[in-house]
């Protein structure tokens, strides 16, 4: 059996604008709506940094998708709050085999992927065999401090544990050239094409960035260590598709990007169902 035929591994179902439902349960299926309105087969949920009504925890966002094969979790990390407790609950999570990745919000967060106190993170990422997503580039929010945010701060990590996946999510943008050549230097690390734009598209951007990534493209050989992912809802999926059929990705390069790599690293299996 063949993997999903797309696999978006950059969801949310946070609460960024007023506009979106209030309850986390009309977000998620607002979210498997839009799935099978553009033909993606799994989805990656990420949960944040911070936990508030808008923003539900991990556990939260199990409990809700609990029976559905098509979606996955990411657990976010607080770098405020890597005690003891924490990472004993973190390591609770990733032993029951539901979580498929952790994410990192620096510059959200005043932190470097670096700093000697995410050993513990790392320690449990290896252990359990699953990626760390980075933020990285342009903050949503006008108050992150984007000195934590460029991808070069990712190679420190990657060097230092090499037993770790890590992924820069939204490519560094607008550093993308930087970020290829960290995840071309290092067999350890992915990126993810997410968070490009807010809603759709614009014309004259959307030419902008596909020049971007074809150069990424090209300068790394190919989609090997390349992820799709949209960031939605602040992205829009059906846009983000369009912008991937007009890269003029070969075959093989455009299997890699929408599905194989993150099969394989997020260890997704036929039906989205996470293999032992």
Same mark, same amino acid.
């Given at each position: 059996?063949?993997?999903?035929?797309?696999?978006?591994?950059?969801?949310?179902?946070?609460?960024?604008?007023?506009?979106?439902?209030?309850?986390?349960?009309?977000?998620?299926?607002?979210?498997?709506?839009?799935?099978?309105?553009? #033909? /993606?087969?799994?989805?990656?949920?990420?949960?944040?940094?911070? *936990?508030?009504?808008?923003?539900?925890? =991990?556990? +939260?966002? &199990?409990?809700?998708?609990?029976?559905?094969?098509?979606?996955?979790?990411?657990?976010?990390?607080?770098?405020?709050?890597?005690?003891?407790?924490?990472?004993?609950?973190?390591?609770?999570?990733?032993?029951?085999?539901?979580?498929?990745?952790?994410?990192?919000?620096?510059?959200?967060?005043?932190?470097?992927?670096?700093?000697?106190?995410?050993? #513990? /993170?790392?320690?449990?990422?290896?252990?359990?065999?699953?990626? *760390?997503?980075?933020?990285?580039?342009? =903050?949503? +929010?006008? &108050?992150?401090?984007?000195?934590?945010?460029?991808?070069?701060?990712?190679?420190e990590a990657a060097v230092d544990f090499r037993e770790?996946?890590?992924?820069?999510?939204?490519?560094?943008?607008?550093?993308?050239?930087?970020?290829?050549?960290?995840?071309?230097?290092?067999?350890?690390?992915?990126?993810?094409?997410?968070?490009?734009?807010?809603?759709?598209?614009?014309?004259?951007?959307?030419?902008?960035?596909?020049?971007? *990534?074809?150069?990424?493209?090209?300068?790394?050989?190919?989609?090997?260590?390349?992820?799709?992912?949209?960031?939605?809802?602040?992205?829009?999926?059906?846009?983000?598709?369009?912008?991937?059929?007009?890269?003029?990705?070969?075959?093989?390069?455009?299997?890699?990007?929408?599905?194989?790599?993150?099969?394989?690293?997020?260890?997704?299996?036929?039906?989205?169902?996470?293999?032992?």
């Open positions: 059996m063949e993997p999903p035929v797309i696999v978006d591994c950059h969801t949310h179902l946070n609460r960024y604008f007023d506009e979106q439902p209030p309850s986390v349960q009309q977000r998620y299926a607002q979210l498997r709506a839009e799935m099978d309105a553009n #033909g /993606v087969g799994f989805a990656l949920v990420l949960s944040s940094y911070k *936990v508030n009504e808008d923003r539900p925890s =991990t556990a +939260d966002i &199990l409990r809700l998708v609990e029976d559905d094969p098509r979606i996955g979790v990411a657990a976010g990390i607080s770098f405020y709050d890597l005690g003891v407790e924490s990472l004993a609950e973190l390591r609770a999570l990733l032993g029951s085999g539901r979580v498929h990745a952790l994410k990192l919000y620096p510059g959200y967060q005043a932190f470097y992927v670096y700093d000697p106190q995410l050993r #513990g /993170v790392y320690d449990l990422a290896a252990e359990f065999g699953v990626p *760390v997503m980075i933020h990285t580039g342009d =903050t949503y +929010d006008r &108050l992150g401090k984007l000195k934590y945010t460029h991808p070069l701060t990712v190679d770790v996946n890590f992924v820069i999510c939204h490519m560094g943008n607008p550093w993308l050239m930087d970020a290829a050549e960290v995840i071309y230097k290092n067999e350890n690390v992915m990126g993810d094409i997410s968070g490009f734009t807010l809603g759709a598209f614009e014309e004259r951007f959307e030419r902008l960035m596909i020049d971007k *990534v074809r150069e990424v493209v090209a300068y790394a050989n190919g989609t090997g260590g390349l992820l799709f992912g949209t960031d939605w809802p602040i992205c829009d999926m059906a846009s983000y598709l369009r912008f991937v059929e007009k890269l003029g990705l070969s075959e093989d390069e455009s299997e890699n990007l929408l599905y194989k790599n993150a099969a394989r690293l997020f260890r997704i299996g036929p039906a989205g169902d996470s293999h032992a």
